[in-house]
């Protein structure tokens, strides 16, 4: 027989483990309300041409597609089933795909939505997302994200906003140094450009966003084969030891930048943001300006956003996300500007367990329980539980007969297991008896008067 499993990349979640998460997931939604974001949510699958296309080369490639239910092969090519290319083949095999982000698919409801949104339209999203990626510390296959979204504005108070959120979340949680590390992709584009890489802008970030994870030498051989020049890069060089304070490194690329409109536009609107929060203040969390910060999604126009995680632990972000001008637009609705960012709830579960941040919560439990030694009472038991239960009272019923010594034990084993305060051990003539296990009280009671002491 087949020892049963689960795919890599997932996971099973004891009851505890969904009481934590579920803690996290409240404190974050009650912050996107308090900053007046609604809740949407959409299918766990989408059309395959919503989602291909918009995050790059890499992201296309760890989109898990759903083959085409029946016979799949049957309205093939024969001709592309002859090339064994799968890249042809896939799009008359696999018409489907589970989501990879939350925010493709949100800029897909909006465009199919829009004559019902009142915008500027804040909206907060908390579903599980998944991508083919290879399985390690902290990343996963299948895993839940946190976003919130403002279309319709291209205030870049909404930035301002945004960082503040981050801080409010990670200062709820406890979870105090962590670095919310900004940059601006028009910065990127300036850059791109002074150098002489235009046509090379995404390969440029893709590579620069690596530098912590490959190093120096890495990103530079990685340049190198995506055809940007040495030149070029020794002209980046600077970049690779970015130094100094936010407003030091904010005259740097003034300077770096002094040539290129779209660069200077990058640093104007870095420098609101990063004034702004400044002046506004952060309760746990430090803003930092990373003119390395890329990350590889080609939708990103304005702001990036990066969360990391208190310095010593070795994970990788728990937070990110930055403004898309035009992602509508690749729906068919233009001139819809939105910037949005994205909690890793994962791993940021992973960082509150290694940090010991968790405060014990009681797992869902009934108040009272009635044990089962006499199976003559026990429709009176059931109509108690009925009504109790209609009370708004958390009851159970301990359903196996126990008449033994074994088999009684057994029941008040499970009643201190599962921590459960009350204890009805007998029934007669419409007396209950019940036992405070906190307290050690003992009480022979009504059903109106057993109500009331469980109120």
């Not at 007046?36 to 959409?42: D, H, L, R, S």
């Not at 019902?116 to 909206?123: A, G, H, S």
């Not at 084969?225 to 030149?231: M, T, V, W």
């Not at 439990?365 to 539980?385: Q, R, W």
Request: with cysteine.
């Amino acid at each position: 027989m087949m020892k049963p499993s689960i795919p890599k990349g997932t996971r099973d979640f004891s009851p505890i483990e969904v009481a934590n998460r579920s803690s996290i997931m409240n404190t974050i939604k009650t912050s996107f309300e308090t900053f007046g974001f609604q809740p949407i949510e959409t299918p766990s699958f989408e059309n395959a041409s919503t989602l291909m296309g918009k995050y790059g080369e890499e992201g296309d490639r760890l989109i898990f597609k759903i083959l085409n239910s029946g016979d799949f092969l049957a309205k093939t090519d024969e001709k592309l089933r002859l090339e064994k290319d799968s890249l042809k083949l896939t799009p008359q095999i696999s018409e489907k795909a589970l989501r990879y982000d939350l925010t493709v698919p949100f800029a897909r409801y909006v465009v199919q939505h829009q004559n019902d949104i009142t915008f500027p339209f804040k909206r907060y999203q908390v579903q599980p997302v998944w991508r083919a990626d290879r399985p390690q510390k902290g990343r996963f296959r299948e895993f839940f994200q946190c976003d919130a979204d403002v279309v319709g504005s291209k205030s870049l108070w909404q930035e301002v906003e945004l960082v503040q959120l981050y801080d409010t979340v990670f200062t709820k949680l406890g979870l105090a140094g962590t670095t919310i590390k900004i940059n601006n992709r028009k910065i990127l584009s300036g850059i791109a450009e002074v150098i002489g890489a235009q046509d090379k802008l995404i390969d440029f970030t893709v590579a620069l966003d690596k530098l912590d994870k490959i190093g120096k030498e890495g990103v530079v051989k990685e340049m190198i084969a995506k055809g940007i020049s040495e030149d070029a890069i020794v002209k980046v060089e600077p970049l690779f030891n970015f130094t100094g304070s936010n407003s030091e490194k904010l005259a740097s690329l003034e300077k770096m930048l002094a040539d290129s409109n779209e660069g200077k536009n990058g640093v104007d609107e870095l420098r609101f943001v990063i004034n702004s929060i400044a002046e506004l203040g952060l309760d746990t969390a430090s803003l930092e300006l990373d003119v390395t910060l890329a990350r590889g999604l080609n939708y990103y126009t304005g702001a990036i956003f990066e969360v990391s995680a208190p310095k010593g632990l070795k994970m990788g972000s728990i937070g990110g996300g930055g403004r898309y001008d035009d992602l509508t637009g690749i729906f068919g609705l233009k001139d819809v500007s939105g910037v949005g960012i994205s909690f890793g709830l994962d791993r940021i579960y992973l960082v509150l367990e290694e940090l010991g941040l968790f405060k014990t919560d009681d797992l869902p439990k009934p108040k009272v329980i009635f044990l089962n030694f006499n199976e003559t009472s026990d429709l009176t038991i059931m109509k108690a539980i009925k009504n109790l239960r209609e009370n708004n009272i958390k009851s159970e019923f301990y359903p196996d007969l126990g008449l033994s010594n074994k088999q009684q034990k057994r029941q008040w084993k499970y009643v201190t297991n599962r921590e459960i305060q009350f204890v009805v051990s007998k029934v007669e003539n419409n007396v209950f008896f019940l036992k405070n296990i906190i307290s050690g009280e003992l009480s022979n009671c009504s059903l109106a008067e057993l109500v009331q002491k469980l109120k």
